[in-house]
């Protein structure tokens, strides 16, 4: 009977948690606490509108956490409903930018030719332009207001998706079963749709991860500016605006809704370059 010494030892592989990169980690967690946020938001039986005496109320004072602001609204509860706002604007804007710009990246790079080239120059115009200009423009036609940012920012973030797209598109396209699947009579649609698209889910879900930390920032930009949402819904760039007046008599209103603005942006930046990291498979072999 052998003994215990001459049996090989356990190899216990690392957990799929372990091997995950450590920014990618770190978003996850970060982007739970907004969804939390949220989730608070909704159960939360204050409300974010309701005016009180308790005007510039301090911090962990009775029945406001947070503090108020100036027209006695709980700081606490409109934190939490702009994060509801912020991810509701970043969802919309993200995916009026996704679903545009992988359309025309696909379009470009698979036919290429004069369609790529009118396409291109038509994607470097609109890259030219920066989603506040967007915004002015939109503002100027229509009233402004939380569907105006989603509009600008998401058409300002179709360039970057398009290019992203387009170049998955190229290194795709050039691949044996793409050839194969032409020899085999498939059309372009079905091409696209089966072979194509698949194989470049990666980067632009990298892409959107990062898009969508651009379009928080933007939205809480354009809220600042009065041209996102308009009051009195609650927004973090809003809050910003209206505690800038009255800021040297308590710094709370500022201080609170420009962590959540960070807490956010920095979430899903984390998210973008850990799933970059972790997607790239010369990293992962590592």
Known sequence: MASRASQPPVVRRPSW????PISLKVGTFLISLILLMVL??????????????SRLAPVFAEGHPLGTDILGRDTL?????GAQNALYVGLIAV??????????????GYFGGWLDQILSV??????????????LLFAAIFNPGVTTSM???????????????RASVLSVKALP??????ALGMGHIRIMLRHVLPNIIGPLVVQASLAFAVAILAEAALSYLGLGTQPPDPSWGRMLREAQSYQELTPYPVIFPGLAIGLA???????????RDYLDPRKRSQ
Do not use: H, K, M, Q
């Open 95 to 108: 995916g009026i930018g996704l679903s545009v710009g992988l359309l025309l990246g696909i379009l470009a």
């Open 17 to 20: 948690w372990a091997n995950l």
């Open 77 to 81: 509860a409109r934190v939490l409903a």
């Open 177 to 182: 079963y793409i050839e194969a699947a032409r």
């Open 265 to 275: 942006v920095l979430a899903f930046n984390l998210l973008g370059d850990g799933l």
């Open 122 to 135: 038509l994607l470097e115009t609109l890259y030219a332009l920066p989603a506040l200009l967007i915004a």
């Open 40 to 53: 608070a938001s909704a159960l939360n039986p204050v409300n974010p509108n309701a005016t009180t005496p």
């Open 151 to 165: 509009v600008a920012i998401g058409l300002a973030a179709v360039p970057a998706f398009a290019r992203v797209a």
